[in-house]
């Protein structure tokens, strides 16, 4: 892990606040570089989907701001957008600009509500410039360091964590709650709620350098590593009381071997299904999506998927039990820092084989 | 529609009064009449599968109660109980009695809470009398008129129309809710208390008898016929707003034909399948079972599996709202009433070919 970022700190900032209109810098920037989606994968996605262009430097019109990107985040949910069809959201059209959270800097302001230097949070791209008429955009939140700390434990996937596990998977004191891809961004962060909760946790992880991580440095109970055959029996016996909450980040093996142990009235937060991503048609039969309905209703099980941006409203008990939790040093978080704006497309295709360890960010400009 | 069960009163309870012990009654019965569970089927049951046996009178020992069943309610969840994997509960035993909800008769009592001639409702299955201890015995509220209504609208299936709906689907104004079985006696009354809160309601039936009464008795918006190749196309037509509200009820081509009209949000409630029920082996491939939790995922679905004994905090505020609605005819109700307890195994049969038209009672004794 490259924790480089620490060393961002408000000196460069007061250089900037120094500078005057763009036009009056020597050194200001006169391109943008950025990646834009270039073709749609079928299955997999692979480099070539992807164009790195060097295009000018976007202008503020009235209203505006220049910013300049300092992070980005990388998320499963990214592959999503690639696709023609429905996926969560917006799908991005083909050469358009890959989209992406940032943590960004202002860097020249033509809106009121931003001055020249302000950190925001944006939802800017895989880019280093871009302009924005300030719609969501949010000043950054004082409490939040390391800035980067915005894209992953205090952002949208400490959100989505927050607010699946609790207010979906409204897990109890004694309960065991199971978690996939349980070192990543949103798992590592569900987990150790789950503990703070009193809950039994056991992970599953892929590399045993994660499974060690999620039990010595998470302080999950277990954690079963999905690269072992035998996987299911290794999670049913970890699991000698059933499984109450599912936190579904993966699909695939992880919820096939999660089925036959859900306990009546299970909760099963769904948040993503990164195992199924890439998938181009549906898998041979039998077709189990009638035992699938029959499991949910001999079991009284709830199933709901969720998305993170319909959840802002618990923002102000997240940001207040969250920075708590880190202060106290009672959630534990790890990024996966790449530099430069030209690595992002590689670090994203290891998303879907567990390359990273940690939340995914790309180092844009310092 | 036989409705001869209104002719029931309180004059033959006068008689009973009267008695003294069993022996003492020249006209006592010494006989009880049951089925039991003779096979367990494979896939669609059959008579075979029930025995019909005469057997001595069970006797009251101290602290218990016997019970005479007047109306035996035949119920899709019975068909689950003959199997002899899990089902939302027990199985039942080969050689022993079907179970069933029951409204009986105490025609002796050795328990000090309950008095001869007292009405009960019980789950004393398909036979003539049975003994109890008590527990589970419930008195009949005087509001419930006439006595059958106790199996359905003020039963057990009205109750799980009202949980499921109101505390699971939350269906708001405005909305709409879909439903199949949708005369039946769940979902009759599920109909009903959605349009009692202003949602659009589109049920699916069978019989073109069903639709019409649907829609003209019931106050459905529509109604669209599982006979019909075009269903799917029909109740597209039907939800030009999309379903924000699917009771399951049924499973099978109802819920694929409600599968790409789920609205975000959308709240499906999984009270039956009885689609699935006489399924001997998953179907063949493709496996659907990713689509679903892909559906599930992206538009942010909430699907839960309830069973209404998990649900009895509410029945003060459910006897309340539906004693009520019925006494204002805001909700209507039908049996489908059929005599002698000899008759149960067909008319339970007819359950899973639509041949019930209304909530299936069996009027066991007078």
Not at 78 to 101: H, I, K, Q, T, W
Not at 163 to 184: N, R, Y
Not at 275 to 287: F, K, M, R, S, V
Request: with cysteine; charged share 20%; hydrophobic share 40%.
């Amino acid at each position: 892990m490259d924790t480089s970022r620490r060393d961002f700190n408000l000196s460069s900032l007061a250089v900037l606040g120094a500078m005057a209109a763009p036009g009056a810098l020597a050194a200001a920037p006169t391109t943008n570089r950025r990646w834009v989606l270039a073709s749609r994968p079928k299955g997999k996605p692979g480099l070539d989907n992807f164009k790195f262009e060097e295009t000018a430097l976007p202008q503020a019109g009235d209203g505006e701001v220049l910013l300049q990107t300092l992070y980005l985040s990388l998320d499963p949910y990214m592959r999503g957008r690639m696709n023609a069809g429905d996926s969560y959201a917006e799908r991005v059209e083909l050469g358009d600009v890959m989209v992406g959270g940032t943590v960004a800097r202002v860097v020249e302001s033509r809106n009121p509500t931003f001055a020249k230097g302000d950190l925001v949070t944006a939802y800017s791209g895989w880019q280093e410039y871009s302009t924005s008429n300030g719609a969501g955009l949010t000043k950054l939140d004082p409490r939040i360091k390391p800035t980067s700390y915005a894209l992953g434990v205090l952002g949208m996937p400490g959100l989505t964590a927050y607010t699946g596990l609790l207010d979906i998977g409204q897990p109890k004191a004694g309960e065991t709650v199971v978690l996939a891809a349980s070192t990543g961004a949103v798992g590592s962060v569900v987990g150790q709620i789950a503990k703070l909760k009193g809950c039994r946790v056991v992970g599953i992880a892929g590399a045993a350098e994660k499974c060690r991580y999620a039990v010595e440095e998470l302080g999950y109970d277990a954690c079963v590593s999905h690269y072992d055959d035998d996987m299911a029996q290794q999670l049913a016996a970890q699991c000698p009381d059933g499984i109450d909450v599912y936190f579904e980040n993966v699909g695939g093996s992880s919820w096939e071997a999660v089925m036959p142990l859900l306990n009546n009235f299970a909760r099963v937060p769904v948040c993503g299904l990164i195992a199924h991503y890439n998938q181009t048609e549906l898998p041979p039969g039998p077709d189990r999506m009638s035992a699938l309905q029959g499991l949910i209703l001999t079991k009284s099980i709830k199933m709901q998927g969720f998305i993170v941006s319909n959840h802002t409203d618990r923002i102000p008990d997240f940001v207040r039990d969250m920075s708590g939790w880190l202060a106290e040093g009672k959630v534990k978080y790890r990024e996966h820092m790449v530099s430069g704006l030209e690595s992002a497309p590689e670090a994203f295709l290891g998303l879907f084989r567990g390359a990273n360890f940690g939340k995914l960010v790309v180092k844009v400009s310092s």
